[in-house]
């Protein structure tokens, strides 16, 4: 309870940390431990079992609780989920939120400097926790796990009078799905002299939701693809069953993601698994760990803007299908480091130093 974001409409970075605070001193009473290993991103309990609790500490970071980025899209008056349009426009409300900013970036550095190690998912996260928390020698790369094994014995089974795209992820604001449906009406766009080439092409978007917000979102989506006349060509579904998923990826031979600065991308990994060929966002994690777009060992796709990734869509469709299994090939090989396996090896790895001086 203290720690959803619904209790806090305003400030909402320090109105999480401190109710995490709160959180930690309660698990701490009940369960004082040896060593405490933060993995949900509350690095203001830190420095609470350190020095309160005596504790070894440590923590897995999957995003940081603030960025550079962030700050800077404040400073630049750009609008975006957490940068409402009343802030951009009042240059007096901007300058305050950017000491905010500012201010908590002070204190959530100290707070992770408390930690003994750090682990990071992501090439991304490494480099603004190192930016952050200014502690190289304690950050280690550990790639999470990815379900990869499994889905890699996935046979194909794409149907070659349809073209499928899949979109997986939470319906979340910073998912962005709203470009992924500018991008099928680009696409329509390009391919309005050839109606039948456009009528074999479906976008699937497959989410989740977890409150009353999440399917407000998903309606507004919905009205969305309406006014784009795109209801034909674009299917949402809710909370699917594994299975159902399972299925979806043999099927579909495109996917897209769309998220601005992903911390890494564990969806991106599982469509690559399977054989579909990814048209990422060309930033964060798909872009520094996971898509490779070199001649000769391309494994996917990169774009920013809904025309870039309906040009990219166009060309998975017109390239040869030999062109296309060699990158199917190179994906599925590629994702092998983001394995179960290799994840245990590096945790443990990174989490040594915790018991061997305990």
């Known amino acids: 309870m203290l720690v959803e974001t619904k209790f806090y409409p305003y400030f909402t970075l320090l109105g999480q940390s401190l109710g995490s605070i709160i959180l930690g001193l309660e698990a701490l009473c009940k369960f004082p431990p040896d060593i405490y290993i933060d993995t949900t991103g509350y690095a203001f309990t830190l420095p609470l079992f350190r020095y309160i609790g005596g504790c070894k500490v440590g923590c897995y970071v999957h995003y940081p609780t603030i960025s550079m980025d962030m700050l800077r899209r404040v400073q ?83 149907n070659t009078d349809n073209i499928l795209i899949l979109s997986i992820g939470q319906f979340r604001p910073e998912k962005d799905h709203p470009l992924q449906l500018q991008a099928m009406y680009e696409l329509r766009t390009i391919l309005s002299r050839n109606e039948d080439l456009w009528n074999k092409v479906k976008l699937v978007i497959v989410g989740s939701c977890r409150n009353e917000s999440d399917y407000e979102r998903l309606k507004n989506m919905q009205d969305l693809a309406k006014h784009l006349s795109l209801e034909n060509s674009v299917e949402f579904k809710v909370n699917v069953h594994f299975q159902d998923l399972l299925q979806l990826y043999q099927k579909a031979g495109i996917g897209i993601h769309t998220m601005w600065n992903e911390h890494f991308g564990i969806g991106v990994v599982e469509c690559m698994a399977a054989g579909i060929i990814m048209v990422a966002h060309r930033s964060g994690g798909p872009l520094l760990d996971i898509i490779e777009t070199s001649e000769g060992s391309q494994n996917g796709y990169l774009a920013v803007s809904a025309i870039e990734y309906a040009n990219c869509i166009l060309s998975i469709i017109y390239n040869s299908k030999e062109l296309n299994d060699t990158i199917r090939n190179s994906a599925r090989s590629s994702v092998e480091r983001f394995s179960e396996e290799e994840f245990e090896v590096n945790f443990l790895r990174a989490v040594t130093p915790l018991f061997n001086e305990s």
Request: overall charge positive; some cysteine; aromatic content about 16%.
């Open 76 to 158: 630049q008056r750009e609008y975006c989920h957490n940068n409402q349009a009343y802030v951009v426009r009042n240059p007096f409300i901007t300058w305050l939120k950017v000491i905010y900013y500012w201010l908590f970036a002070k204190l959530y550095s100290w707070v992770g400097q408390c930690s003994d190690t750090i682990m990071v998912n992501s090439t991304w996260t490494e480099n603004h926790i190192r930016d952050l928390w200014g502690v190289p020698f304690k950050t280690h790369r550990v790639y999470p796990p990815c379900e990869v094994k499994n889905i890699k014995k996935l046979k194909r089974n794409e």
